[in-house]
């Protein structure tokens, strides 16, 4: 082979890695499997727990749902069924033998399915106290993954102001994959536990740098909003296929097929990353960041990480309480449980990429409010369906509104640190994401406790009422105030539209090439 004709791929790989475009496509990638990961087990560890702990103690007396129909030799038995629907406590008219009477079994046995004619299944599942005890354990495994990324992500933005956004990057996804192997072969809730909080680790370290990044390549305001914009795309095509994909492939392949497929993606998102990224060179930030504390006591950040907290934290809440009361008051079968969040992850979908543009236009700050009022509306609409179509509507709206809180908020984060702060952005987006945890972390922690004290509907109430009464905050992001040393240098033309601006020492390129150091130093 020719010399020229060798260097053609080493050509190809140089100027791929000075390409802001395939930074994004690296961020874009990590950020879709890490939310395939979070939203694949949503409808998989709910009756995979049942089967298991529930019908795996019951199965030689109890079959796995009921079967009515009793024969004509049975007498009628009055009995009580708790809801918890609505918590009240309902009669029901029950069956048992007069053999079973005498010798006091009934108390102890399920239904079974009468011997002539063939069954009818009602579809609902037994064991309503496991059910009940199970919404509590399902969110604090849901939540474990956010109460980890809570704690990790401010070590995170330390670490990526101190070597860079590549081996944080990488880092990430190790533990990723890592994770995704041990949910393929975890058969316990506690294997289950310790999978889940890995995850959040991997995913401190992928999302916190992932974002970071991105700011850092792209400078211009309006850029830096459309690129935010299609890097959530990445996050909503996984909340998008997830939980589908988790249904489908839990229902009729195995439990253990869908983190393998995960697992060989992440493989190649691994291979990516050590073609454009570099993971093994450092490359700290030019300039010191803006102190972690400092940005804290910033009101102006601290409403859009409220925003970015309370509008996920609807969904969060949904996560491990919509399946189970779907499971309850619409006996759902399995494939059922992870289709219901289709409608709002495709909304999702097409809010992050619409309104990554149109909140430019028309306001993030506005973009935001509205937002969160449907989110608002959307989460009091929820208890009202009465099967799975009803729940299109309601999901539909929470997706695209979630979408639009998202794309206005995330981009304004940055904007922010270059109009008040300093502009280096690992400490930012650390807090961005802590919000974004916050939400995941209290929405399931929570979420199950309440609804086993006052029920499903209640649950969506309060938080539909919290979003509604947090949106006119918002208003106040309209017109933030710059720092005085800020002023000379940010155009003031029109405020949230800012076009570019520059730092206090001049930025070197995107370090992905080996001369980039050198070029910046002889700009100097």
């Not at 010191?288 to 934290?313: E, Q, V």
């Not at 009464?469 to 155009?491: D, F, G, M």
Request: glycine letters at 10%; a neutral charge; one cysteine or more.
């Amino acid at each position: 082979m020719p010399p020229a004709a060798e260097r053609v791929p080493w050509r190809w790989l140089a100027a791929g890695r000075a390409s802001r475009r395939l930074v994004l496509v690296v961020v874009f990638v990590a950020l879709l499997l890490d939310n395939m990961l979070l939203t694949v087990v949503v409808p998989i560890i709910p009756t995979f727990l049942y089967t298991t702990e529930y019908e795996g103690t019951n199965g030689s007396v109890a079959p796995a749902w009921t079967e009515p129909a009793p024969p004509a030799s049975k007498a009628p038995l009055f009995s009580s069924m708790f809801s918890y629907f609505d918590n009240t406590t309902v009669t029901v008219l029950g069956s048992t033998s007069a053999e079973e009477l005498v010798n006091g079994t009934e108390s102890s046995r399920l239904p079974q399915p009468p011997t002539s004619g063939p069954p009818v299944p009602s579809g609902c599942p037994e064991g309503e106290e496991f059910l009940a005890k199970e919404n509590v354990r399902v969110g604090l495994l849901f939540a474990s993954k956010a109460l980890i990324q809570l704690v990790v992500n401010p070590a995170v933005g330390l670490l990526t102001n101190r070597i860079g956004y590549h081996i944080p990057m990488f880092i990430g996804f190790t533990i990723m994959f890592v994770s995704t192997v041990m949910f393929a072969f975890s058969a316990t809730y506690t294997l289950l536990f310790i999978a889940r909080a890995l995850q959040g680790i991997g995913s401190s370290f992928s999302s916190v740098a992932g974002l970071g990044m991105l700011a850092s390549v792209y400078t211009d305001d309006f850029e830096r909003g459309n690129a935010m914009g299609i890097a959530l795309g990445g996050l909503a095509l996984g909340v998008l296929i997830g939980a589908p994909f988790g249904s489908v492939m839990y229902e009729f392949v195995g439990k253990s097929s869908p983190f393998l497929v995960l697992a060989f993606l992440a493989l190649l998102d691994g291979a990516l990353q050590l073609c454009i990224l570099q993971p093994s060179k450092i490359s700290p930030e030019s300039t010191k960041g803006t102190p972690l504390p400092t940005l804290l006591r910033d009101p102006y950040i601290l409403i859009a990480a409220g925003a970015l907290c309370f509008s996920n934290m609807g969904v969060a809440m949904l996560e491990p309480t919509l399946p189970i009361w779907m499971m309850q008051t619409m006996c759902s079968p399995k494939w059922q449980l992870g289709m219901a969040f289709l409608p709002a992850s495709i909304s999702y979908l097409i809010g992050t990429n619409l309104f990554g543009i149109l909140a430019n236009k028309m306001g993030r700050w506005l973009c935001s409010l509205i937002g969160m009022a449907v989110v608002g509306v959307s989460l009091l609409c929820v208890p009202l369906a009465k099967n799975i179509y009803g729940l299109i509507g309601p999901n539909g709206g929470l997706g695209f509104a979630i979408g639009m809180v998202d794309s206005s908020m995330m981009p304004t984060m940055g904007y922010l640190v270059d109009l008040r702060h300093t502009s280096v952005y690992g400490n930012v987006y650390a807090i961005a994401d802590v919000a974004f945890c916050m939400g995941f972390a209290i929405g399931p922690s929570t979420g199950g406790a309440i609804v086993r004290a006052i029920g499903f509907p209640w649950l969506m109430i309060i938080i539909g009422v919290i979003n509604i009464a947090y949106a006119p905050l918002c208003w106040y992001l309209r017109n933030p105030p710059a720092k005085e040393e800020k002023i000379a240098i940010l155009s003031q033309e029109c405020p949230m539209q800012t076009k570019s601006y520059t730092t206090q020492k001049t930025l070197r390129d995107f370090p992905l090439t080996d001369d980039s150091d050198v070029e910046a130093e002889n700009a100097e």
